[in-house]
T-cell receptor, first 113, second 112 residues
């Protein structure tokens, strides 16, 4: 079983819709959580970084962490065609493995114009 | 500031050959990690280097190796290539192991 589970989708939504992405994790040592966005033929780029339970907003993006249920989410409001990409959740796992990111499978999102 | 660069971007090899991939981290970053990305397994951690020392290694066979130079540039080597080694190999750098990792564009390796 992977330490981070993510539904690979694919997910297709019309422009302007809210995109909801979810991951679950099994390792209680996980303290930090990231969302990366990966466009086709590109490397992942960091989108959001969260530490504590609760919500964190950055423009149209909201990351949510619920450590009690080991559940992390990413919401994209007013989605645009340029948001079409694969979204990956990840956690570094905590010391001594801070540099070893465990990734979810990635969810491929298509926003239709 | 320049991002993480990886060379070459594309590579085609045949089974049994060996390959060396190169990664130049963001200036000032001392930690370099390598990942393998495949459609079936997703992104998997290979190894991490900090100040020329390998500090952690993922669950890959010994055919996968790496090193880091004093200027923090890193190389990874895969010997005796197998068809299953076809993948996107990603390098990520950060200031220290606790910091956010920034990824390069990757090297796409195809083994025929």
């Amino acid at each position: 079983q992977k330490e981070v589970e993510q539904d690979p989708g694919p997910l297709s939504v019309p422009e302007g819709a809210i995109v909801s992405l979810n991951c679950t994790y099994s390792n209680s040592a996980f303290q930090y959580f990231m969302w990366y966005r990966q466009y086709s033929r590109k490397g992942p780029e960091l989108l959001m970084y969260t530490y504590s339970s609760g919500n964190k907003e950055d423009g149209r993006f909201t990351a949510q962490v619920d450590k009690s249920s080991k559940y992390i989410s990413l919401f994209i409001r007013d989605s645009q065609p340029s948001d079409s990409a694969t979204y990956l959740c990840a956690s570094p796992g905590g010391p001594p493995n801070d540099y070893k990111l465990s990734f979810g499978a990635g969810t491929t999102v298509t926003v239709r114009a | 500031k320049a991002g993480v660069t990886q060379t070459p971007r594309y590579l085609i090899k045949t089974r049994g050959q060996q390959v060396t991939l190169s990664c130049s981290p963001i200036s000032g970053h001392r930690s370099v990690s390598w990942y393998q990305q495949t459609p079936g397994q997703g992104l998997q951690f290979l190894f991490e280097y900090f100040s020329e020392t390998q500090r952690n290694k993922g669950n890959f066979p010994g055919r996968f190796s790496g090193r880091q130079f004093s200027n923090s540039r890193s190389e990874m080597n895969v010997s005796t290539l197998e068809l299953g080694d076809s993948a996107l190999y990603l390098c990520a750098s950060s200031w220290t192991s606790e910091d956010t990792q920034y990824f390069g564009p990757g090297t796409r390796l195809t083994v025929l």
